[in-house]
């Protein structure tokens, strides 16, 4: 990989503060943005899948990527010539609550590149114990790991932003865990995945030095962070500062609008697990909504108190931007300031909320009708258990002309048929009269509108139970729907009829399955 080699780049390691403390054992790091540490050898790698965009993206040759030192490298066998590995130090919010120093307790950084004009940090997930493991290994197993490489390029298809994954493989150890936390422990097989972004940042790096009082340090991170990731803001200042946290509001609020469109649940919104670069990352136990349910969260561990629900998403972006805020007060040092900021997220959040909502049902002109169509929708959908991506796309081929046809064109979402009772059969047939009368108003005809409408509601996401398939293939040895559903999932807003049947309502069979609608935060 000698051009690949010749694109290193680590900015990281070389402008921000390092923990002086080399040996790997568990410890608080102080004064220090990162730790270096070397990947765990690990005792049979083997690559299972990678992506032959980010390859590209990163400047590895086909050839290269086949080769023994790639599989080395991106497994954690070998650490590049010139390079050092490290782990990041942050803490954060953990469902509401503060954690303290967390870090990077299974993730590895290998490397910083520039490569046409872009920069990329490489990070290995399950690569082994780093200072932030706590009491856990470091490590991966192939269930977890088939979510992320799958997931994190699904979402950038879709057009939301999000970390990417360039490889995926298994390291022939076998790895303890207790898939539900209920003191049953299984072996299952170790995996590592190669994931990348800009920056792996996240609102808990900059939370954990304001909670030590390090404002030196605090600073050094903020002005890094602008220098590389904001430098159209300027020059370090207090504006400059506050000119960042409304940036990374911006950001934070479009990605969950986002997220909401095309109904991701990210299970976990800690603050640790939030981009300052507003990028999905972390994918843990995500899942898509099924049925539509603003009250759903894919998470075990949060089925109680349901805090990161489907309809919560964009109140914990404010809640996390809170936290963001009160840390990056010892830079700024105006409140009202960073209040009127968190005031626009949430009067901006009405209105994208509402924009977006108008595009997923087709309508380009506002009306002041539409917010009450909106949510009468929304009360009807909650009637029943309606799959939200087989009805947003089916009701593209609505026709204005055809109001009476809306239910038998979405019929086909219904989880239950016997559930559309007479009465609830009526909500429908009242709710498409109005949206007909709506649509004279647009001036698209059926056929432009549907276009437009195909292009923000997905044909194809990746449901739970896809990825629990592929997984189940992939512990055989068996990696052919691994990428299968990485080629469907490149274009999930076409119609791709050689893949049909991938378009269809969560079985019956995964409906309390673990992995299908059971996960935990080891999935």
């Not at 977890?144 to 057009?159: K, Q």
Request: charged residues 25%; proline residues 4%; hydrophobic residues 35%.
């Amino acid at each position: 990989m000698k051009t690949f080699k010749s694109h290193i780049n680590e900015i990281f390691t070389s402008e921000l503060p390092a923990d002086p403390i080399i040996e790997n054992n568990r410890r608080q790091v102080e004064e220090a943005c990162f730790s270096f540490v070397t990947p765990q050898q690990t005792k049979k790698p083997e690559l299972i899948h990678v992506s032959p965009e980010m390859l590209k993206q990163l400047g590895i040759t086909e050839a290269e990527s086949q080769s023994e030192e790639f599989l080395k490298v991106f497994t954690g066998n070998q650490v590049l010539q010139g390079t050092k590995p490290y782990a990041m130090c942050y803490g954060g919010h953990q469902f509401g609550n503060w954690a303290g120093q967390l870090g990077d307790g299974r993730a590895i950084n290998l490397t910083e590149i520039e490569y046409k004009k872009q920069h990329w940090a490489l990070q290995l997930k399950g690569a082994g114990p780093t200072p932030y493991s706590r009491t856990a290994d470091g490590l991966a197993v192939l269930r977890s790991s088939v979510r992320e490489y799958l997931c994190s390029e699904a979402m950038f298809h879709l057009g939301v932003p999000t970390t990417r994954a360039l490889s995926l493989a298994v390291t022939g150890d076998q790895v303890l865990r207790d898939v539900m936390y209920n003191g049953n422990p299984e072996y299952e097989k170790g995996a590592v995945v190669c994931r990348v972004a800009p920056s792996f940042l996240r609102f808990g790096s900059f939370e954990i030095f304001a909670a030590r009082e390090d404002v030196k340090t605090l600073r050094t991170l903020t002005d890094y962070t602008i220098k590389h990731f904001y430098p159209e803001l300027g020059p370090p200042s207090k504006n400059t500062h506050l000119a960042f946290f409304k940036a990374v509001s911006e950001r934070t609020l479009k990605l969950i609008i986002d997220w909401q469109r095309v109904g991701f649940v990210h299970g976990v919104m800690n603050t640790d697990n939030l981009s300052i670069l507003g990028l999905t990352i972390d994918y843990g136990p995500y899942g898509w909504l099924e049925g539509f349910d603003f009250g759903w969260t894919p998470n075990t561990t949060d089925r109680q108190h349901k805090r990161y629900r489907y309809g919560n998403q964009p109140n914990i972006g404010l809640w996390n931007l809170y936290q963001l805020a009160n840390a990056l007060f010892p830079l700024i040092e105006d409140v009202e300031s960073l209040q009127a900021v968190l005031d626009d997220y949430k009067t901006n959040f009405e209105s994208q909320s509402l924009q977006m909502m108008r595009s997923k049902l087709g309508l380009f002109e506002a009306d002041e009708s539409d917010l009450q169509l909106i949510q009468d929708l929304e009360d009807a959908l909650h009637s029943a258990e309606i799959d939200m991506t087989l009805f947003f796309r089916n009701l593209s081929k609505f026709e204005k002309g055809k109001p009476s046809n809306g239910l038998q064109l979405i019929n086909e979402a219904f989880y239950n048929s016997a559930a559309i009772t007479s009465e609830l059969e009526a909500v429908w047939k009242r709710w498409f009269k109005r949206y007909a009368e709506r649509l004279q108003k647009e001036s698209e005809s059926d056929v432009e509108r549907a276009l437009k409408m195909n292009r923000v509601n997905p044909k194809y996401v990746l449901r739970n139970y896809m990825a629990q398939l592929a997984i189940d293939d992939a512990e055989q040895g068996d990696y052919a729907l691994v990428d299968e559903l990485f080629n469907l999932l490149k274009n999930p807003y076409d119609e791709q009829p050689e893949y049909q049947k991938w378009f269809a309502k969560r079985p019956e069979w995964a409906r309390n399955k673990v992995g299908c609608s059971m996960l935990s935060c080891s999935s």
